[in-house]
């Protein structure tokens, strides 16, 4: 009997470990008011992110995003996971009705509100998504987000060439995974919407290695396939690839 454990034990944690993540996530961008994103971290600090936290919520990440000269932008960017879709609406829910909230959200606006637009499509991960945590290095990183847009019903052809190719060329090349999902909403672009987020030692660390990776002969002949099997490039000739720098604030669980 031990000696069947030990067989079958590595193959069950093997399975379970590429098993699909079935979790809702939410990717929330918040536009805070002139001069208020600092009061908006302070109280992301001091109050939102445990009572998000009490309510149910898993913090993975939070960003500030940057122009294109590095410079931060008026944003806030955060990464939440929930059991499921559903377990997100109880969570907002009690979070909302929550008398520190409340007094929180009070105290903090009591010279003008701190956000002005709110962003945050649902998303659901890929089945070739590493497994989706918060993680810190221990040296400082910074994080790109990318968002792809595809033709009409190729999408599936994307998928497929991340699959198969360039989740893997991506690690050969330096970029770490944070992970991989499509909206869950047509609003959102469930049907032609890929998006992710790399880790990277910083932007010039970021430039050198898509450098490396688009010279890459396994990538130009996954492209050349992957184009040639579709009947045309997987991504929209204008606006179908979007890179978003982000710089983690300091009490993000990922940095």
């Excluded at 699909?20 to 992110?49: I, Q, S, V």
């Amino acid at each position: 009997m031990k000696k069947i454990l030990l067989t079958i034990l590595p193959l069950f944690l093997s399975l379970m470990s590429s098993a699909k993540d079935t979790r809702c996530f939410e990717l929330r961008t918040y536009t805070a008011a002139p001069g208020k994103l600092e009061d908006l971290h302070n109280r992301f600090r001091k109050h939102t992110l445990r009572l998000f936290e009490k309510h149910g919520m898993e913090n993975l990440g939070y960003w500030v995003p940057m122009d294109k000269e590095g410079k931060p932008e008026n944003k806030l960017i955060f990464l939440l996971a929930y059991p499921s879709r559903e377990a997100r609406e109880k969570s907002w829910a009690a979070f909302q009705s929550d008398p520190e909230w409340k007094e929180a959200a009070k105290k903090s606006e009591e010279n003008g509100r701190l956000v002005v637009n709110a962003k945050n499509p649902y998303l659901e991960a890929t089945d070739y998504s590493p497994a989706i945590k918060s993680s810190k290095a221990s040296e400082p990183r910074v994080f790109e987000l990318r968002l792809y847009k595809t033709p009409p019903e190729r999408l599936n052809n994307l998928h497929a060439r991340f699959r198969d190719h360039t989740v893997k060329l991506f690690s050969k090349h330096g970029m770490t995974h944070v992970g991989y999902w499509t909206p869950m909403d047509d609003k959102d672009g469930k049907s032609n919407t890929l998006i992710y987020i790399l880790a990277h030692k910083n932007r010039e660390a970021a430039a050198a290695s898509f450098d490396a990776f688009r010279k890459d002969p396994e990538w130009i002949a996954a492209r050349k396939a992957s184009e040639e099997k579709a009947g045309g490039s997987l991504t929209l000739p204008e606006g179908g690839v979007t890179s978003i720098f982000m710089t983690p604030t300091d009490y993000s669980p990922t940095r």
